[in-house]
């Protein structure tokens, strides 16, 4: 070590040539260049990384809202059934829920989530107690899918 700054020394205040101190110079420049760029790569792979960790977190919650939606939509009574209200109230539950926890992560995952305009035809599934909500409760559950399918657009 004591050599080279013994060197440098000799080097910019000896007999050193003008076109020796320019090479020196753009050396030191050149380091110092790929040090900060190095920097750089670093803090960017650590936010690269730290966002990662928030989106894979934010998938198994999207996951955990995406079950408790199948299990409402596995429980979904006949029409006439007495459980009607009690259904409803859980889907309603679980709709609000979710929304406020997407809303959390990013407003378009909640309005994604919240949009039924690609919901089933009411037609098909007449022989459940409300045949609006449950399409609305299906579209709400592909919404949801598409969410997890897209964390880099939604969460």
Known sequence: ?????????????GGARPIDRTVLIVDVLVLLVIVIEYKRTVRRER??????????VRINSVREMLSEGQKIQNSAVPSGHTDTD???QRLQRWTDSTSAALE???????????DVSEAPPM???????????FVHLLARLQNLRRIMEHPEIYL
Request: charge should be positive; include cysteine.
């Open 1 to 13: 070590m004591g050599d080279i700054i013994h060197r440098i020394g000799q080097m910019l205040f």
């Open 47 to 56: 936010a690269d990384n730290k966002r990662k960790a928030v989106v894979a």
């Open 86 to 88: 009690r259904w409803f």
């Open 123 to 133: 037609s098909i599934y007449q022989t459940i107690a409300s045949p609006q909500d």
């Open 104 to 114: 959390l992560y990013s407003a378009p995952a909640c309005a994604a989530f919240l």
